[in-house]
C-alpha cells in the first residue's frame, strides 16, 4: 500500500512513547503516566512484525496503542485523543455496543471477555479484572498488529495477542506455556484518524479454556508441557475464531527485533 508520512499526522498516530510526552495534563488513573519499559522489551524478544515506519500496518498500531493507553490509564473520557467520544462505541464478536463512559467504568477485560463460563462480567470490576490478568501474565500480555486488510475509513486487520501463563488464573494453577490469542477487528475512523467505532471479533472461549487447563489448586494436576512449552495433547474444539480464519490469510512478516510494537487492544500492560 502507499507509503504515509505518519510524522504530519496527528498525535495519535504516533509512536507510544511520543502520545506520552505530548499528553502530559491529562488525569491519570493511577496518579501517573504508564511505564511501558518492561513491555518494550518483551515485545523486541518476541514481536512476529516489524513494521515500515510509515506503513499502514504502523499507523493502524499506533492508534490501538493510544486507544489502550487512553482505556486503562485515562479516567476522563473528554480527555481521550483517539476516539470521537460522543459517537464511540465497541463491541465484541457481534454482542453488546459499549459507549467511551461504559469503557471507562467496566474496564476492556469486562466488555472484551463478558459472561463465559471461567470469567464471569458481572463479578469484576476494572480493578478486579485489571488485577485478575496482571497476575496470570506477570511479564505482560502483548499485542501486535499482523496484517492489514484495507484502509481507511474502514479498516480491517488481524491482530496477535500472546503471554506466558506463570502466574494463577483465579484458583487454577499456571502451566507456564505461551498463551496466543489471534483474532481481528475493524475500526471505523474519521477523515483525521479518530475513531468512531471498534468491532472486535476472537475466541474468548478458548483463551479462558487455555486458562483453566491446568486444572485447580489443590485438586488437580498440572498440564504435562513438552519441551518447547506447549501441551502434549490439544483439546480444543472448532470454535467461533475458526470460521474467519477461513478467510485470513495466514501471513505473517520474518521475525525480529520490534521495540515499538503495540500494546494490547484489552489488557492493561504491566509497568
Known amino acids: 500500500m502507499t507509503e504515509i508520512n505518519i510524522e504530519n499526522l496527528p498525535l495519535w498516530v504516533q509512536e507510544r512513547d511520543i502520545v506520552l510526552k505530548y499528553n502530559i495534563q491529562a488525569t491519570w488513573r493511577y496518579g501517573e503516566q ?9 515485545l523486541a524478544k518476541e514481536s512476529l512484525c516489524n513494521h ?18 487512553e482505556a486503562n ?9 483517539s476516539v470521537v467520544q460522543d459517537k464511540f462505541r465497541m463491541s465484541t464478536n457481534g454482542g453488546t455496543s459499549y459507549t467511551l463512559e461504559d469503557l471507562v467504568q467496566a474496564g476492556t477485560y469486562k466488555l472484551l471477555i463478558g459472561k463465559t463460563q471461567h470469567y464471569q462480567a458481572t463479578q469484576e470490576d476494572f480493578e478486579s479484572s485489571t488485577q485478575l490478568f ?45 498463551i496466543e490469542v489471534v483474532g481481528m477487528s475493524i475500526v471505523q475512523v474519521t477523515e483525521n484518524c479518530k475513531i468512531l467505532s471498534l468491532e472486535h471479533y476472537y475466541d474468548n472461549g478458548k483463551f479462558l479454556n ?16 513438552t519441551p518447547a512449552g506447549t501441551p ?23 521475525a525480529s527485533a520490534n521495540t515499538n510494537a503495540s500494546g494490547c487492544p484489552f489488557a492493561a500492560l504491566l509497568r
Open 34 to 42: 504508564p511505564d511501558y519499559t518492561r513491555s518494550n522489551e518483551n
Open 52 to 69: 515500515p515506519a510509515n506503513s499502514l500496518e504502523k499507523l493502524v498500531q499506533n492508534l490501538v496503542r493510544t486507544f489502550d493507553i
Open 73 to 81: 490509564f485515562k479516567t476522563n473520557p473528554q480527555e481521550w485523543l
Open 134 to 178: 496482571h497476575t496470570a501474565f506477570p511479564d505482560g500480555f502483548l499485542w501486535e498488529v499482523l496484517e492489514v486488510y484495507s484502509a481507511p475509513p474502514t479498516i480491517a486487520f488481524k491482530w496477535r495477542h500472546w503471554g506466558h501463563f506463570r502466574g494463577n488464573f483465579k484458583d487454577y494453577v499456571p502451566t507456564g506455556q505461551m
Open 210 to 225: 487455555q486458562l483453566t487447563s491446568g486444572g485447580k489448586m489443590g485438586n488437580a494436576t498440572q498440564q504435562q508441557l
Open 232 to 254: 502434549s495433547a490439544n483439546s480444543g474444539k472448532t470454535t467461533f475464531l475458526g470460521f474467519f480464519r477461513r478467510f485470513l490469510p495466514n501471513r505473517t512478516k520474518p
